[in-house]
């Protein structure tokens, strides 16, 4: 009898526990209206955030390799991801490119064919990673036949997220780390 008590309690905190998630989810499917270009310029100023090209067509190569990742798309920072990976000996898929990605926006394969499920998260400094996209990620990497994942941002990731990562052998670039793997490549020549 009480291992049926406990059961059921377990069923009804996974329930809520679901429940949350869901809401959650939903919150983050409500978009906000789009501004124009001279109202995010001004709001930006007011804030002190750095204005960000939000364009969905990367740019050419060597425009890409020049910016600044304060005002890289998220299209272009993909594609500087991708351009690094190949540029390091990896088979790259650019799966994610257009947005609605699942999770995964490159799928990098090594010489040995293992693949890697990569996460591209062009964020200003102070808009961190959550943990629910390092759960996207785990579930994705396995939709691609991933076996290792990488989350890459330009800003850095909440504590509980790292804490996820870690636990759930996440590895992640942040900020710092992306810059010094970028400035090490010498054909980024852009800046922070």
């Known amino acids: 009898m009480t291992t049926f008590i406990l059961m059921l309690a377990g069923v009804a905190v996974f329930k809520i526990l ?7 989810l939903k919150k983050k499917k409500r978009r906000k209206p789009r501004r124009s270009s001279a109202q ?3 709001a930006s100023s007011r804030t002190g955030q750095s ?3 939000t364009s969905k067509t990367a740019k050419p190569d060597d425009v890409i390799l020049a910016s600044s990742l304060s005002k890289i798309s998220g299209t272009d920072f993909e594609r500087l991801l991708a ?4 540029d390091h000996g990896y088979q790259v898929q650019e799966v994610g490119v257009g947005g609605n990605d699942g999770g995964v926006d490159l799928v990098i394969i090594d010489k040995r064919g293992e ?6 998260k062009c964020y200003n400094d102070n808009n961190k990673v959550s943990v629910m996209t390092v759960r996207e990620l ?3 990497k396995r939709n691609h036949g991933c076996v290792l994942a990488l ?3 330009t800003s850095d990731l909440t504590p509980p997220a790292k804490a996820e990562a ?3 052998k996440i590895e992640y670039w942040h900020g710092a780390t992306l810059i010094s793997k970028l400035k090490k490549w010498n054909k980024w020549r852009g800046s922070a």
Request: charge should be negative; aromatic fraction near 6%.
């Open 18 to 24: 679901l429940d949350i998630a869901d809401q959650s």
């Open 40 to 42: 995010s310029a001004s």
């Open 51 to 53: 204005t960000r090209d």
């Open 83 to 86: 351009l690094y990976f190949r």
């Open 115 to 120: 693949k890697t499920a990569v996460q591209a």
């Open 138 to 140: 785990v579930g994705a």
């Open 151 to 153: 989350l890459v941002t």
């Open 166 to 168: 870690e636990s759930l």
